[in-house]
């Protein structure tokens, strides 16, 4: 079993910076291939970033390509996500996730946090 605790959210304004952390407890860290997702309201839940076992295995949604930077500490089990030049359209619920084995995906994850609050304003 895995369990994953965000924490980082808060209320920004635009061009601001945040780095959301996910806190992981229970099967080894260093073998779940990682990911955060968002939620925005009325709308569905999207992929933001993933990353595999090998810290230079990672994808992004197109959207924040270049703004966003996904990252793990094997060693602290936590997973985190830099996110620079915030826009009000990033404003969501984050979410992080996991799945077994080195997989950078954008889906498949059987594991998912609570989720943290992100919101940006103009």
């Known amino acids: 079993q895995v369990h994953l605790v965000e924490s980082g959210g808060g209320t920004v304004q635009a061009g601001d910076s945040l780095r959301l952390s996910c806190a992981a407890s229970?099967?080894?860290?260093?073998?779940?291939?990682m990911a955060w997702f968002r939620q925005a309201p009325g709308k569905g839940r999207e992929f933001v970033a993933c990353?595999?076992?090998?810290?230079?295995?990672?994808d992004y949604a197109d959207s924040v390509k270049g703004r966003f930077t996904i990252s793990r500490d094997n060693v602290k089990n936590i997973l985190y996500l830099q996110m620079n030049s915030l826009k009000p359209v990033d404003t969501a619920v984050y979410y992080c996730?996991?799945?077994?084995?080195?997989?950078?995906?954008?889906?498949?994850?059987?594991?998912w946090g609570l989720g943290t609050q992100v919101t940006v304003s103009s």
């Open positions: 990353i595999g076992l090998n810290l230079d295995n990672t």
């Open positions: 996730a996991a799945q077994y084995g080195n997989s950078c995906t954008k889906w498949g994850y059987p594991y």
């Open positions: 229970g099967r080894t860290f260093s073998s779940l291939g």
